[in-house]
């Protein structure tokens, strides 16, 4: 059951990271035997360069990208299916090309990429894999006619470019990644929205009552961390609410403010507002307000 929790969250979280560079499908259906790719991603036509803010995630993109991410350690079998899918995917777009008269170009062709938490020696050798200059180790390519690259989460330097990855890893190496996450800055454009799925990766691991030891670690590291963003969210809704409250009294008080003075309000902390929200009786002018700001900021 939790497989299939996590795997719901690979996919959300990859969306989420992806959808603003590109189409992404999700459990696309193959023909043949039904399979499901996990992700399929198509990039757009304008590439952007901020696609480097995903690090070793954003390099993936930069192509036309088949994603499978695996929980467990994927096994030989596993990583055939996959690349099964890749041929697949291959012979159709052929078979498009040709009916529409044109030539399939190589770039065309997606990529896969096969996301483990660990890969061992033995099953590395048996599809021949090999480190590929300018890349990161723990990336094995197989040959390239093959198009396809085993990732092995667990053993990725720990840096920022692996982070979007390391976040897909369990145990110890997930938990790693959640902390570097919430050290993001506030203004990152990834850090809200993935703690958010991380949040609901953790309620819907707190339904279920047989966890394996590494969800139970996960969601007890998660809870602090969840009860600090959601009272800092309540804080920041009632800090915001003082701001629209005292703006408003200014405005019918001392006349109206410029935009210079609004943002300087908005940058006090809540005990300063509340204290402004007292001063503001004692204003004659808006002169009186650029001095008490003026004495908070000395």
């Known amino acids: 059951m939790t497989r299939f929790i996590h795997d719901k969250f690979a996919k959300d979280y990859l969306e989420e990271l992806l959808k603003n560079y590109g189409e992404v499908k999700l459990s696309e259906k193959v023909s043949g035997e039904i399979k499901e790719i996990d992700v399929f991603f198509t990039p ?3 590439q952007s360069s901020n696609l480097q803010i995903l690090g070793l995630l954003g390099r993936f993109a930069e192509n036309p990208a088949l994603i499978e991410p695996f929980r467990n350690p994927a096994s030989t079998d596993e990583i055939c299916d996959c690349i099964l899918k890749l041929l697949e ?12 008269k044109t030539k399939l170009q190589v770039s065309e062709i997606p990529k896969l990429w096969v996301l483990t938490p660990t890969v061992s020696e033995t099953r590395l050798s048996s599809f021949g894999t090999m480190q590929k200059e300018g890349w990161l180790s723990r990336v094995y390519f197989l040959a390239d006619a093959l198009r396809t690259a085993i990732v092995a989460i667990h053993q990725l ?3 920022p470019e692996t982070l979007w990855l390391r976040l897909l890893g369990r145990g110890s190496v997930q938990s790693q990644a959640i902390i570097e996450l919430q050290a993001l ?8 929205a993935t703690l958010e799925l991380v949040y609901n990766l953790r309620e819907n691991l707190r339904v279920n009552q047989e966890l ?10 998660l809870e602090p961390l969840y009860q600090r963003d959601r009272e800092q969210a309540k804080q920041e809704g009632r800090q915001q609410g003082e701001q629209h409250l ?10 109206e403010i410029n935009e210079s003075l609004i943002e300087r309000i908005k940058g006090l902390s809540l005990e300063q507002l509340e204290n402004l929200g007292e001063a503001l009786l004692d204003f ?8 008490w700001l003026n004495q908070q900021q000395g």
Do not use: T, W
């Not at 200014?250 to 006349?255: A, E, Q, T, Y």
């Not at 004659?284 to 001095?291: F, P, R, Y």
């Open 284 to 291: 004659s002018n808006v002169a009186d307000l650029e001095i």
């Open 212 to 221: 394996e030891a590494d969800n139970r670690e996960l969601v007890m590291r």
């Open 157 to 159: 330097p720990q840096i």
């Open 44 to 46: 757009d036509k304008q």
């Open 185 to 192: 800055p506030l203004n990152h454009p990834y850090q809200k």
């Open 246 to 255: 005292i703006i408003r009294q200014l405005n019918r008080h001392v006349g």
């Open 89 to 100: 995917v291959k012979a159709l777009l052929r078979r498009e090309a040709k009916a529409n």
